[in-house]
C-alpha cells in the first residue's frame, strides 16, 4: 500500500451509496464520479487499520492454532506411537467439520468475522491437549477422538471466517499476494512446530512426541485464541483502491441458510470445484501416516516436517506471484497456474510411485521395513520428494482460494463459497483418514490420491474458461441474488 493510499480513501457522496443485499453489502463508489475525499488514520492507527496488518494478524490466528495442529499432524499418528488413535481422530474431526462447515458461512454473517473466529480457535487448543492428556494417561483414546469431533465443529467456523476475510480485505489485483501473506504466515506454524518438535526429539530413542513438545503447543495456540479479540471490525477498513472492505449484515438466521441456495444458483459453476476441493485434504493422509509416519523414525519425521512446512510457504508465495502478474491478463493468470498444478500433481506422484512400491503396510505394522534416520543412505530423496509434497499442497490450496475470489467480491457470497470448499475438504478427509484407520493398502490410498487430484483439475478446467474473466463486475455478484434475498427479507418481516 502507498504512502498515498495511506492518507486518503473515496467514497460516494451522501445518497448514492448502494446497498446489495441481505447478506452483503458494498459501496460502489469506484464506477461513480460522484466521489468525495475522506482522512483516513494516519500513524499507527492507519498502519493497524490496513488489510494488509490485519491479514498478517489473521495468519497469526492460524499459526497459533491450525498451523502447530498441522505440525503435530504431520508428524505422522500426531507423533504417537499408535497411529490409529490419530486416524481415528481424525475421522470424527473431518466429519463433524463436513457437516458444520457447509453452514459456517451463514453463521460467520450473523455472529461477525471476530467471534467466529475466537469461537474456532478454541477447539484446536482442546485438540493439542487431549495428545498430551493420552500422553500422561495411555488409555484416554476416547478423550483424543472426541476433541477431534469436537475440533471439527470449531474449525469449520474458522476457516469459513478466514476464508472470508482473506478474500474481502485485498482489491481484485491484491489477491493473490493476500493469500500468498496468509499462507506464508499460517505455514510458519508448522515451521514453528516442527522445529520445536525436532529440537525436543532430536536425540530421542523412542518413536513418539515427549510431553513437553505438547505442553509449548499448547500454550501457544492459547495465545492464537486470544489474537481476534484484537482485530478491527472489517467495515471500518479501506482497501488500497479506496473502497470500503465490505462485510455482510446480520440477517435472520433463515435468511442466511437461504443465502446457501442463492450462492449455488447465481453461481453453479461452483460445482465443477468441488472434485478440487474434495481432493484438496485427501493426500494428507498419505503424506503424513502412510509416507512421513511409516518409513522414518522420530528424528526423521521431525525434520521431514520442519522442510514439509517450509516448503509450503516458497510454494504460496511463488503461485500467489503468478497468479498477480498485472503484466498478464487473468484468464491467462488462471490457466498458467492450472497447467503449474498438472504438471506437480505428475512430478509428486509419479517419483513417489516408485518409493511406495518398496513397502506395504504389512511390513510397517509387524516391524518388517527399515525405519529411515537423517544419516541413512537413501534419506536424501525421500526426504526431497517430502518438500515437493509441501510445495504442491500449498500451490493447489492457494489456486483454489484465488479461483474462487476471481469469481466474486462479495464478501458474502465469498463466506458460503468457502463454507461449501472446507465442507467438501473435509467429507474427502474423513473418508480417507477411516480408510487408514481400518487399515486400507498403502497403494490404494496412494492411487486414490493420484486419481482425485488428476480428476479435481480436469473437472476445474471448464469453469476457469467459462467463469473465471478478466475483471469481477460487482453487478454480477448482486443483480440475480436480489429478488430471492429481498423476498426472504420480506417473509421476515
Known amino acids: 500500500m502507498s504512502h498515498h493510499d495511506n492518507e486518503k480513501a473515496f467514497h460516494l457522496a451522501p445518497g448514492t451509496a448502494r446497498t446489495g443485499s441481505s447478506t452483503g453489502s458494498y459501496d460502489d463508489s469506484a464506477h461513480h464520479p460522484e466521489l468525495q475525499m475522506l482522512q483516513r488514520p494516519s500513524g499507527l492507527k492507519g498502519f493497524y487499520y490496513s488489510p494488509t496488518t490485519q491479514v498478517v494478524m489473521l495468519g497469526f490466528v492460524c499459526f497459533m492454532c491450525p498451523g502447530l495442529f ?3 499432524n504431520g508428524l505422522g499418528g500426531g507423533g504417537q506411537l499408535k497411529e490409529t488413535t490419530n486416524a481415528n481422530a481424525n475421522t470424527a474431526l473431518y466429519s463433524s467439520f463436513a457437516f458444520f462447515a457447509f453452514f459456517a458461512g451463514s ?3 450473523v455472529l461477525g468475522s471476530k467471534i467466529t473466529l475466537l469461537l474456532g480457535s478454541i477447539g484446536y487448543a ?10 500422561i494417561h495411555p488409555n484416554a483414546d476416547g478423550f483424543v477422538i472426541g476433541a477431534g469431533a ?5 474449525a469449520g467456523l474458522l476457516w469459513t471466517a478466514q476464508g472470508s476475510l482473506m478474500l474481502a480485505y485485498p482489491t481484485e489485483t491484491q489477491k493473490g499476494k493476500f493469500i500468498a501473506i496468509f499462507w506464508s504466515i499460517f505455514n510458519l506454524g508448522g515451521v514453528v512446530g516442527a522445529a520445536v518438535s525436532l529440537g525436543q526429539n532430536f536425540k530421542s530413542e523412542t518413536n513418539s512426541v515427549g510431553n513437553g513438545t505438547y505442553i509449548v503447543f499448547l500454550v501457544l495456540t492459547g495465545i492464537g485464541v486470544l489474537i481476534p479479540l484484537l482485530m478491527v471490525d472489517p467495515s471500518k477498513m479501506v482497501r488500497a483502491d479506496g473502497t470500503r472492505v465490505t462485510t455482510p449484515k446480520h440477517p435472520s438466521w433463515k435468511t442466511e441458510f437461504l443465502g446457501l441456495w442463492v450462492a449455488l444458483r447465481t453461481d453453479p459453476w461452483i460445482v465443477l470445484l468441488f472434485p478440487m476441493f474434495f481432493a484438496s485434504n485427501w493426500f494428507y493422509t498419505w503424506q503424513f501416516n502412510d509416507y512421513n509416519g511409516a518409513i522414518f523414525n522420530i528424528r526423521a519425521r521431525s525434520l521431514n516436517n520442519l522442510v514439509y512446512w517450509l516448503a509450503q510457504i516458497v510454494g504460496s508465495v511463488s ?4 497468479l498477480d502478474q498485472r503484466s498478464l491478463s487473468r484468464r491467462f493468470r488462471a490457466f498458467s497456474g492450472w497447467c503449474v498444478l498438472f504438471v506437480m500433481v505428475f ?4 517419483w513417489a510411485y516408485f518409493y511406495q512400491r518398496q513397502y506395504t503396510r504389512a511390513q510397517v505394522v509387524a516391524n518388517g521395513y527399515h525405519k529411515y534416520d537423517i544419516y541413512d543412505h537413501g534419506y536424501a530423496p525421500r526426504i526431497l520428494l517430502y518438500i515437493f509434497c509441501g510445495l504442491l499442497d500449498a500451490m493447489w490450496q492457494t489456486t483454489a482460494y484465488w479461483v474462487m475470489g476471481a469469481m466474486s467480491n462479495d464478501p458474502a457470497k465469498l463466506a458460503h463459497f468457502t463454507g461449501f470448499y ?11 483418514w477411516r480408510a487408514d484407520a481400518v487399515g486400507i493398502p498403502f497403494m490404494s ?7 482425485l487430484l488428476v480428476t479435481g483439475l480436469l473437472c476445474a478446467l471448464p469453469m476457469i474458461h467459462m467463469r473465471v474473466q478478466d475483471h469481477t463486475e460487482e453487478e454480477d455478484d448482486y443483480i440475480h441474488e436480489l429478488p430471492l434475498r429481498d423476498q426472504a427479507l420480506k417473509h421476515d418481516k
Do not use: R
Open 70 to 72: 498441522n505440525s503435530l
Open 107 to 109: 453463521i460467520n454473517n
Open 126 to 135: 482442546l485438540y493439542i491437549g487431549s495428545y498430551l492428556a493420552v500422553n
Open 150 to 154: 469436537a475440533l471439527g465443529i470449531t
Open 319 to 322: 503461485i500467489g506471484f503468478l
Open 347 to 350: 512430478v509428486v506422484h509419479i
Open 422 to 432: 472446507k465442507s467438501i475438504q473435509s467429507a474427502g478427509a474423513a473418508g480417507i
Open 445 to 451: 490410498i496412494f492411487i486414490s490420491t493420484w486419481v
